[in-house]
């Protein structure tokens, strides 16, 4: 038993849905248990629908959502001929469970009204492509996976209730592989106990396919991307990035922590739990290999560059001379907890003490305000902090070079920079 997930760029066109029949068939002789997310960008236009009703601008709202539904028909209509009605059926099923919601006023939280919103997105694309898997003769189950993740109330970043999902997975799912070899739903969404929807926080999904990996126990989970393989760098940044074909749990655990656009953590742990491999694979080339994440120590990793623009340094001082001690350290590290915000790189000095942030100007604002209670601060904007893993003089002096540091920290295998 196989956990495939794929994602929106994957089937955000008539030829992508087709391509992905094309890669499940390569797959014919497996179990496999496949989550696929909204169709392209649909989840940002789900948002906007919501932003919309929750301004009670309703008709935009409306409006907004009607070109989602559209996209959808349309896709269905060059898909599909012999399921084609069934199709549609179901997809008018999912158009009212949302516009229902958008007809009446909003008297709940944002959060609650996205989650039954935006779930929408996952249940059109899975049910499009169920249907026209089935049609071209690749047999499959659709689930609806808010009947198997069970969730709390969180709206918008909502956390699995292992107990009842497990129990579900066991109950309802395994079973279906007697009849099946492919079990296909939706990743990123679940529902409470009072069969509200949930979300489980943007890009969910990778997660969602690993929780099934996990319960299942896959042999492998496969992340298929418009990617060839993890690169060492940002391919956008780096224009001579490279690929690398293997890497562990806990490599890209820290990449995830300096800020690579990899996998999130979220998505490791539950793989990583049971020793499950990850593979990333390019939907446009399924021959190469991509790249695997597991449990093996790896030597000679390329040096792995992170860079993060829009860095907000705060300069913090004690008024008297005084040394920053544990009172004040503790004080401001209550303070990113309150306003939910993670310094990227910390150092202490004596009477000092400098922070670095991502720039969200509210935030920066509110906490230099509240921390001035105690210190003297001085804010520092449109930095870049630059951190290399494995890094080598080399590359770092290339990356350097002719730029103002403001600080620099290192350890045997990481550098970070902050750079002007
Ligand atoms: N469709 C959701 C998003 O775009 C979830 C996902 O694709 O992982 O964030
Ligand atoms: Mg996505």
């Known amino acids: 038993m196989q956990v495939f997930k794929f994602g929106g760029a994957s089937v955000n066109s008539v030829d992508r849905v087709k391509n992905v029949a094309d890669i499940l068939k390569l797959?014919?002789?497996?179990?496999?248990?496949?989550?696929?997310?909204?169709?392209?960008?649909?989840?940002?236009?789900?948002?906007?629908?919501?932003?919309?009703?929750?301004?009670?601008?309703?008709?935009?709202?409306?409006q907004l959502f009607q070109q989602v539904k559209q996209q959808h028909l349309n896709t269905a209509?060059?898909?599909?001929?012999?399921?084609?009605?069934?199709?549609?059926?179901?997809?008018?099923?999912?158009?009212?469970?949302?516009?229902?919601?958008l007809h009446d006023k909003p008297v709940k939280d944002y959060d609650y009204y996205y989650d039954q919103v935006v779930c929408i997105g996952e249940?059109?694309?899975?049910?499009?492509?169920?249907?026209?898997?089935n049609e071209i003769g690749?047999?499959?189950?659709?689930?609806?996976?808010?009947?198997?993740?069970?969730?709390?109330d969180n709206f918008r970043d909502a956390s699995i209730d292992w107990e009842v999902t497990s129990k579900n997975v066991n109950g309802?799912?395994?079973?279906?592989?007697?009849?099946?070899?492919?079990?296909?739903?939706?990743?990123?969404?679940?529902?409470?106990?009072?069969?509200?929807s949930t979300t489980l926080g943007r890009e969910g999904s990778d997660y969602s396919a690993a929780v099934f990996a996990n319960l299942l126990n896959a042999e492998g989970q496969t992340i298929w991307k418009d990617v060839t393989s993890v690169m060492n760098a940002d391919p956008k940044q780096f224009p001579d990035a490279t690929g690398i074909h293997e890497l562990n749990y806990n490599e890209v655990i820290e990449m995830a922590y300096y800020g690579a656009q990899v996998i999130?953590?979220?998505?490791?742990?539950?793989?990583?739990?049971?020793?499950?491999?990850?593979?990333?694979?390019?939907?446009?080339?399924?021959s190469l290999p991509g790249t695997v994440i597991h449990n093996k120590q790896l030597k000679n990793l390329p040096p792995i560059?992170?860079?993060?623009?829009?860095?907000?340094?705060?300069?913090?001082?004690?008024?008297?001379?005084?040394?920053?001690?544990?009172?004040?350290?503790?004080?401001?590290?209550?303070?990113?907890?309150?306003?939910?915000?993670?310094?990227?790189?910390?150092?202490?000095?004596?009477?000092?003490?400098?922070c670095v942030f991502d720039d969200r100007p509210d935030k920066i604002e509110k906490l230099a305000l509240a921390a001035s209670e105690f210190f003297d601060i001085t804010v520092t904007k449109g930095l870049t902090l630059l951190?290399?893993?494995?890094?080598?003089t080399e590359v770092y002096n290339k990356l350097t070079e002719g730029k103002k540091m403001l600080l620099q920290q290192r350890t045997t295998t990481t550098v970070q920079a902050l750079l002007r």
């Open 27 to 62: 797959y014919s002789n497996e179990k496999l248990l496949v989550v696929i997310s909204a169709m392209g960008k649909t989840t940002n236009a789900l948002e906007k629908v919501v932003d919309a009703f929750f301004d009670g601008k309703k008709d935009e709202a409306l």
């Open 264 to 286: 999130h953590p979220k998505t490791i742990k539950p793989l990583q739990n049971k020793n499950i491999p990850l593979y990333v694979k390019c939907f446009l080339e399924p």
């Open 138 to 152: 690749i047999n499959n189950k659709w689930i609806d996976v808010r009947d198997v993740f069970r969730t709390d």
């Open 77 to 101: 209509k060059y898909l599909l001929v012999k399921n084609a009605l069934a199709c549609e059926a179901q997809l008018n099923n999912f158009f009212t469970e949302a516009e229902w919601l």
């Open 172 to 196: 309802q799912i395994i079973k279906l592989f007697n009849d099946f070899d492919i079990v296909l739903t939706q990743g990123f969404i679940g529902s409470t106990d009072e069969n509200e």
């Open 123 to 133: 249940l059109l694309s899975t049910s499009i492509v169920s249907h026209y898997l």
């Open 387 to 392: 951190t290399i893993r494995y890094y080598t």
């Open 305 to 354: 560059i992170v860079i993060k623009e829009k860095q907000a340094m705060i300069e913090l001082s004690s008024r008297d001379f005084s040394f920053i001690e544990e009172k004040p350290i503790a004080e401001l590290f209550h303070l990113f907890e309150k306003l939910k915000i993670k310094p990227n790189l910390t150092q202490n000095a004596a009477i000092s003490m400098i």
